[in-house]
Every structure is written in C-alpha cells, then in structure tokens.
C-alpha cells in the first residue's frame, strides 16, 4: 500500500510525507491494533536515508518504499539496567575497509522477518560516552547472527539478536564513524512519538469499546453508564485521550519543522505512557469481568500499552530528559 514509503523521497520511490502524516498513519495503526514491522522499517529506512551513501540508498530505499524490504532496529543491551540506548557495549572493530561486530543485542522487534539490521556500536570511548558510537546497516543473513525468540506481554515477537565477530562492509556504515549518536537520537525521537501517536489510538479504540458496553451493559436495574461513577471513569479518559492527542501532533509538527523539541517529545511520550496505561485500567475497571476475558479485544489493547509504554523508554526515563532539557 506504500505505507513504508510514507517519508521517503520520491526519487527512491517513496512518497516525500512527513512526520505529521506518519502520526496520523501510527494513530490509525494503534487504533487497528495492527501487528507488524511498519514502525522498525520506517526507523531503519531514516537511518540510512540520513547516514547511508549514495550506493546504499540506491540499493535499500526503493526496496522498502515498495514494501520488499524489512528492517529492524538493534540497539538496546543487556548492560543497562533499565532502558538506555547509549550504554552500549556491542564493538566495532576495523578490519580492511570494513568492520566486524561482536555483542548482543535486546528486544529486537520483529528480527526474524528483518532482511536489515540497524545496530549500534562502539569503536571507542567508554560505554555511556556518547562519542564512539556508530551505526551500521547489517544484512540479516550475515554470518555470525543468532537470534532467540523472547516471551512478551503483548505477544509481539522480539528477540534477542546475538553478533559474533559478524562481518560489515565498508558501505554499510551510517554517517562517520564513532559519530553516530547524533542521528540515533533523531531516530528515537520519532519513534517516541510515533509510539506515541500509537497510543493515542489505542487509548480512542478503548474509550469507544468501553462506551458502547457501558451503554449496554445494564446492573441494579439501570444501564451502567448512568451511573455517575462511571461517567466520570469515562470523563477522565477521554481527558487523557484529548491531552495525549494534542502534545503527541505538537511535537510530530515541531519534529517535522526542525525546531527544538526534546522537552516536548519527552513530554509527549511520557505523558502518554501514563495516559494509555490509565484508560486501559479504566476500561476493565468498567468491563469487569467481560473485559478480562481472553475472547474481549480489551486484553488485545491493555497488553499493548504496556508494551507501547515500555518501547523508546517508560515514562521515568522521558521524565528524566524532560529535566534535562529544563536544565534541572
């Protein structure tokens, strides 16, 4: 349907959208409770749309813009004891024009479908320093990958991606080397707010699912929704579905012009994360029991917060940088 190609240009056959176009397509996507790999490839695809040359772009894009090509990011590490994308200890070694790469990496979504990796590694410094880290596109084929399959809440499938000694070519190199914390940060503040965007429409489909049973469902001789308990239950999601919806587009539109926005994508990520969590509660508080059932779409949509609520860091970790950008 061209959705990978969502914000790629045309001249690699993708269609030149934007970011506010991509929180749209991520709000319908967390609305559907849509499966698969759209949000990794679209990450993986900008990486080397801003750090790939002219060779690689040519080789890669026009694959994903036409849906023939899957990427997946491999960035966190078992080293950190919550979520830090730049405690990495995965290296890079020069060899010839190339490198090789040796670590592990964590909660990889959808790796077993990817053709690409997108990997971070550090070929100096020490493993929280910034300066050191690069990224590399690595075929998913390349000898010395393992991957092992790990149990989620959500049932998404994320693994563990292991690399031994595996070997990377000269071009698969993203910008300079031991430069690559620049671009990785820019990748994961669209995927905060993509994810974030993803909420939004997670926490509308809940809202709507839990109004339509609330007008239904009756109890003591009355439908339950004219009780005033659980009009406010219902009042207070939507309050947060409104909230989340309004700082998400602000910081999709401030990403999209290049202003400065770290505080408001952390805020907006952070926001959201509690957000979605409260009206996924909501929605099994006023469910009951019906909700907690395996055969009810709600348990469908409350695994995936969480799961959403944990992906590019929880709402301490967006917290923390929103903090920093304060100067606090």
């Not at 690399?163 to 669209?190: K, M, T, Y």
């Not at 993803?198 to 009780?227: C, D, H, P």
């Not at 009951?288 to 995936?304: C, F, G, P």
Request: net charge negative; with cysteine; proline share 3%.
């Amino acid at each position: 349907l061209g959705w990978l190609g969502l914000l790629l240009p045309e001249e690699y056959g993708g269609i030149g959208w934007g970011l506010l176009d991509l929180a749209v397509m991520a709000e319908e996507m967390g609305r559907a409770c849509l499966p698969g790999p759209f949000l990794s490839t679209t990450l993986g695809a900008q990486a080397v749309l801003a750090g790939g040359n002219d060779d690689l772009k040519a080789k890669l894009l026009p694959q994903v813009a036409g849906g023939g090509l899957i990427m997946a990011l491999a960035l966190q590490e078992a080293g950190a004891a919550q979520y830090d994308p730049l405690c990495v200890e995965t290296s890079a070694a020069a060899e010839g024009e190339g490198w090789r790469l040796s670590g592990g990496k964590l909660f990889v979504s959808d790796a077993a479908a990817a053709d690409y990796f997108i990997v971070s590694a550090r070929s100096g410094g020490d493993v929280y320093d910034p300066e050191g880290v690069s990224l590399f596109a690595v075929p998913a084929d390349s000898p010395g990958i393992s991957l092992t399959r790990l149990k989620t809440i959500a049932g998404d499938k994320q693994f563990q991606v292991d690399l031994d000694a595996v070997p990377v070519e000269g071009e698969g190199l993203l910008g300079e080397i031991g430069q690559g914390w620049a671009l990785l940060q820019r990748l994961l503040q669209i995927g905060a707010m993509a994810k974030s965007a993803e909420m939004v429409g997670n926490s509308a489909a809940v809202l709507k699912m839990t109004v339509e049973y609330a007008k239904e469902r009756a109890q003591f001789g009355s439908l339950i929704g004219q009780f005033q308990a659980v009009q406010h239950h219902c009042a207070n999601m939507l309050m947060d579905l409104v909230g989340s919806r309004f700082i998400t587009y602000k910081a999709a539109w401030m990403l999209d012009e290049g202003l400065p926005c770290d505080l408001i994508v952390a805020a907006a990520k952070a926001w959201c994360s509690d957000a979605c969590h409260r009206v996924a509660g909501l929605g099994h508080q006023i469910g009951a029991a019906t909700a907690y059932i395996v055969e009810h779409d709600m348990t469908l949509y409350s695994r995936r917060a969480k799961a959403a609520e944990l992906a590019f860091g929880d709402a301490s970790y967006h917290r923390e940088l929103a903090a920093q950008a304060l100067g606090l």
